[in-house]
C-alpha cells in the first residue's frame, strides 16, 4: 500500500466521483495537507469545494476550540485566506471534554452545509479507543459522508463499518514527509494561532457578570476563550480574556454577526 502524499494524483480523480469525503487518521499523516491539496485540485477541475475543519485543537478556519467551514473560491495557501462560511464555537482544544456539546457543533454546522457541493473534511487525530471510533462513525453519518479516507494501520480496521454503512472506503499509509509534533510544540501552536487570530482584533471590556455562562468553572478567566451567543442560539462572536480588571474582563473581540449577545459560553485556557 502507497503512503498519502505518493497516492495523492493517483486518488483525486477516483474521489471526485463523491460529494463528502472525510479524511481520518492518526495525529501527523499529512490529514490537513491531503484536503489542502484535494481542495486546489477541485478548484482546478473549475469546483468550488467546501473545507471543512472538526479539529478543535488546531483549527486552520478559527480559533482554538472552534470548528468551521470555508468555502475555496479561489487558489489558496492558508485556509484562512478563505472566505468563512460558518464558525461554531466549542471552547476546548479536545473534542473529549465534552462529547455532547462538540457533536451539536458539528450537527449545527451540517446544517449550514449547501446541498450539490463537494464538501472535504478534516478531523481530529483522536482514533484510538471505541468512543475516537464512536465519533468518527457518527460524525460522518451527521455529515452524510459518502467517501472516506483512513491513513494508517490502526484506521485500516475500521473498513468494514464505514463500508457497512455504504461509505466508500479509500486506505493509504501516512506522509513520510511529516515532522510529528510533540505536546510542547503543540500547545506552543496552539497559542502561536489564537495571538494570530486575534491580534487585529479590537478590545473591549466585558461584564461576565451581567450574562448568563455556560461554564464548567467561571474564576480566573485570565486567558480563556470565549463565545458569546445570541439567543437564538447563534455565535455572533468569539473572544479571548486578555485581563481582568476590577470585575472586568478585557477581551479580544471577533465579531462575526450585528446581534447582541446574551449569553456567554466559556472555554479553556489558551496561554504559554
Ligand atoms: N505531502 C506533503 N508534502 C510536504 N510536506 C508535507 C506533506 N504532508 C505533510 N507535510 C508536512 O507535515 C506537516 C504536518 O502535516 P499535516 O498538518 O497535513 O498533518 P495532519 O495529519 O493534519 O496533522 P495533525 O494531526 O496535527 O492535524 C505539514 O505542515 C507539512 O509541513
Ligand atoms: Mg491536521
Not at 51 to 60: A, K, N
Request: glycine share 6%.
Amino acid at each position: 500500500m502507497q503512503d498519502i502524499q505518493r497516492l495523492s494524483g493517483e486518488l483525486f480523480p477516483l474521489l471526485e466521483p463523491y460529494k463528502r469525503l472525510m479524511v481520518i487518521g492518526p495525529t501527523d499523516t499529512g490529514k490537513s495537507t491531503f484536503i489542502k491539496n484535494y481542495a486546489l485540485y477541485l478548484i482546478s477541475r473549475g469546483e468550488t469545494p467546501y473545507v471543512v475543519d472538526l479539529d478543535v485543537g488546531q483549527s486552520d478556519i478559527g480559533p482554538v476550540g472552534t470548528i468551521g467551514s470555508v468555502k475555496a473560491t479561489k487558489t489558496f495557501t492558508l485556509l484562512e485566506e478563505l472566505p468563512v462560511h460558518d464558525l461554531e464555537f466549542f471552547g476546548f482544544s479536545a473534542p473529549s471534554h465534552d462529547i455532547i456539546s462538540y457533536m451539536h457543533c458539528v450537527h449545527r454546522l451540517s446544517q449550514k452545509l449547501p446541498e450539490g457541493k463537494k464538501v472535504l473534511i478534516d478531523t481530529t487525530g483522536w482514533i484510538h479507543g471505541y468512543e475516537a471510533f464512536s465519533l468518527k462513525l457518527s460524525k460522518a453519518n451527521i455529515l452524510d459522508v459518502d467517501a472516506v479516507l483512513l491513513i494508517g494501520e490502526v484506521v485500516h480496521r475500521w473498513e468494514r463499518a464505514f463500508s457497512g454503512v455504504g461509505i466508500r472506503v479509500f486506505k493509504c499509509l501516512p506522509s513520510k514527509l511529516v515532522v510529528p509534533k510533540d505536546k510542547s510544540r503543540r500547545k506552543l501552536n496552539r497559542y502561536a494561532a489564537t495571538l494570530r487570530f486575534f491580534e487585529k482584533c479590537p478590545l473591549a471590556k466585558l461584564d461576565i457578570k451581567r450574562f448568563p455562562a455556560w461554564a464548567r468553572e467561571l474564576k480566573d478567566p485570565k486567558h480563556r476563550i470565549l463565545g458569546l451567543y445570541t439567543k437564538k442560539f447563534e455565535l455572533t462572536a468569539v473572544a479571548w480574556v486578555l485581563d481582568v480588571q476590577e470585575g472586568m474582563l478585557i477581551i479580544r473581540v471577533h465579531k462575526l454577526g450585528q446581534e447582541t449577545p446574551t449569553f456567554v459560553r466559556v472555554g479553556q485556557k489558551i496561554s504559554l
